[in-house]
């Protein structure tokens, strides 16, 4: 029995749910209808919700025929017979009502009279005259054969249309929405006409005049409409065969010149005119400078492609760091003397910097004397590539700025800050730096504050204290006036000597080499039998 029961338990799992637990399609929402109005025939939008292909539309009564199916818009036509009401969408589960639609009576069908001229080629522009067309030029529908055909202006009895690549030999078919269609009783000739066969040259500047070649021209500039895009251009002179123009100063823009001939065709170039820009320099910064200083020229019609740029200083190419439309950033090259730049963007130019670029040598730092001495020694840098205005040398000693006391190219001399001892490091403005390959040992002189005794003979042994003695005793020497006194002990703060044989009442000198010399400021007595 308990296996029977778990038999049952997996056969209610396996059944399948309930209806009323089914997810259900939501009944659909027609949100709004385009348009609102309109005669038999007219094509209209449904917007909205949950729409499904089971479904069907009515007007009122009438079934609508459902044109195109997308998941949120539906396109029906309005059929003859028709009367004004409700848009209806009808379902299994009930009927939603949308916005209501107006039937309008038909307009009346279109009628073509005739058109001008009769034969032309590719972008002739043709006058197609009749009765009942629409105002509206997008309500308007013309086909020579089964090509479509520009419509370029319309009213009521005529429209302006224009012979699209690809036509061939036809009669024009007019399409006039909501009032039906017509197609004329005579054939439009397609002859070869207006054409471009090449211009010359295929880029160039506002200004630039460029020659167009190909046939069905007129030598009567007048006649002549020539457009580089949407811009008009001046024509400077024509023949049947070729037409010099003019870019426009302001306003064109690279594109395919159309060439429109009063009572003729109108003809493309296969190709576009490429409008570039002969670049402007403006100003350079920095003016100088040496080898690997960036340099930045600021103007107009730089671009955005560097391959497309070409600087040289004198006949030295230089590489270029950075690029926007208005400044380009060079590098001055090795090798290279000064001059101006000249620049060429795209094959346009090539234009000159106004100022040269003043090329000096990279700083360089070759020696340097004395090696030694305490704050306020001065010291001579000796190099190249030093500028003579002192305020464009920078030296520095650990981190901290020396004095300039005055600068040539090849030497400046320096008063030694309070600093650590390390190498002297000089930059110069838009040079470079250097250091010296040796440092520079920041002394501190001895001094003596005292001696003790004040008096004695031969032999008598001086204790002398002070400060900065050190503590080497090879380093240190004793004298009193020009006698050297034996040195029996040493330390930073004090030294022990003895009075030589032959001394005289004098000073004591103290020398402390690489620190400084001192001399006391009291006279040390030597005593007689």
């Known amino acids: 029995m308990k296996g029977l029961a778990r038999f049952a338990c997996a056969l209610a799992l396996l059944a399948p749910a309930p209806a009323a637990a089914q997810v259900r399609q939501p009944l659909p929402v027609v949100q709004r209808i385009e348009p609102t109005s309109g005669p038999p025939g007219t094509l209209v939008a449904l917007i909205g919700r949950y729409f499904d292909p089971e479904q069907t539309v009515h007007l009122g009564a009438t079934p609508l025929v459902v044109q195109s199916r997308l998941p949120n818009r539906w396109t029906v036509t309005i059929p003859a017979g028709a009367a004004s009401g ?26 073509i009279a005739g058109f001008s001229p009769s034969t032309g080629a590719v972008g002739s ?74 211009f010359a040259p295929a880029f160039g500047a506002p200004g630039a005049r460029v020659v167009l070649r190909g046939t069905g021209f007129d030598a009567r500039a007048p006649r002549v409409r020539v457009y580089l895009g949407e811009a008009r251009v001046r024509v400077r002179r024509a023949t049947p065969t070729e037409l010099e123009v003019e870019v426009p100063a302001r306003g064109a823009g690279s594109g395919r ?24 320099i403006r100003a350079m910064d920095p003016e100088f400078g040496a080898p690997g200083v960036r340099v930045t020229l600021t103007g107009e019609h730089f671009g955005g492609d560097v391959r497309l740029v070409r600087a040289l200083l004198g006949e ?35 234009v000159t910097s106004r100022a040269e670029l003043r090329v000096v040598p990279r700083v360089t730092v070759e020696g340097f004397s004395p090696r030694n001495g305490g704050p306020g020694t001065e010291v001579t840098i000796l190099g190249r590539g030093f ?66 005794p004040e008096r004695g003979g031969p032999g008598t042994e001086v204790t002398i204290t002070g400060t900065n003695f050190g503590a080497r005793a090879g380093l240190v020497e004793v004298r009193l006036g020009d006698r050297l006194m034996e040195l029996r002990r040493v330390t930073p703060t004090e030294l022990t000597v003895i009075v030589p044989a032959g001394a005289t009442t004098g000073r004591i000198r103290v020398t402390v080499r690489l620190q400084g010399t001192v001399l006391s400021s009291r006279t040390f007595t030597v005593a007689t039998e």
Do not use: K
Not at 170 to 196: D, M, N, Q, Y
Not at 258 to 280: E, I, K, W
């Open 316 to 350: 030295t190419p230089m590489a270029v760091r950075d690029l926007a439309d208005d400044r380009v950033v060079l590098e001055i090259p090795e090798g290279a003397a000064s001059g101006p730049i000249s620049l060429t963007v795209n094959e346009m130019g090539p």
């Open 125 to 198: 522009e043709v006058l197609i005259r009749g009765e009942h067309f629409s105002p509206r030029v997008a309500d308007n529908q013309v086909f020579l054969g089964e090509t479509p055909v520009v419509v370029r202006t319309a009213n009521p009895t005529e429209l302006r249309v224009v012979v699209p690549e690809g036509a061939t030999s036809a009669p024009f078919r007019v399409v006039v929405l909501g009032a039906g269609e017509v197609t004329s009783a005579e054939t439009f000739a397609l002859g070869a006409g207006t054409t471009i066969a090449s």
């Open 387 to 452: 500028s003579p205005t002192a305020a464009l040398n920078t030296v520095t000693l650990s981190g901290r700025p020396c004095e300039v006391v005055r600068a040539a190219v090849d030497a400046i001399v320096v008063r030694i800050p309070e600093a650590n001892s390390g190498p002297l490091v000089v930059a110069v403005t838009n040079a470079g730096e250097s250091r010296t390959p040796q440092p520079f040992v920041v002394t501190e002189a001895p001094s003596i504050a005292s001696f003790s």
């Open 86 to 111: 409700e848009i209806e969408v009808r379902t299994e589960r009930g009927n939603v009502r949308g916005p209501r639609f107006r039937v309008t009576e038909a307009a009346p069908a279109p009628v």
């Open 257 to 280: 010149w159309l060439v429109d001939v009063q009572g003729g065709g109108r003809a493309y170039s296969a190709s576009a005119f490429d409008v570039r820009h002969v670049p402007v």
